[in-house]
């Protein structure tokens, strides 16, 4: 059985430019780095960025993204933090919780969220879209 998330790794092609923004605008702290890699943390979460050759281009075209929690105290300040280093804002925020939607310098899709999984499904609740079963 899955006791919880283990890690996510991000292929990037400039590891210096992506430590700059990772630990310098997010705040992760680096754990270890070689030349062809880095894992950081963001709170709980393992994060492992991978050089590799060939990466995307910019953003897929799908709705996937990683988002991360962050406390209301330091919403504001880090989302001007991440709009100061010039990252892409990918889309507005239509749900329950302050949201930022923004793109990495590689074009991973990123999100910082203040709430988690009982305040979306309280918000849920009480303005249930069409279809929607809580499963409680």
Known sequence: MISG?????LSVKDLARSLAFYVDVLRCALRAQWPRGAYLSAGDVWLALVVEAVTRDGPLPEYSHIAFRVTPADFDVLAQRIRGAGARIFQDNTTEGESLYFLDPD???LEIHVGDLDTRLDAARRAPWPGLKIVD
């Open 107 to 109: 074009g991973h899709k």
């Open 5 to 9: 998330l283990s890690h996510i790794t």
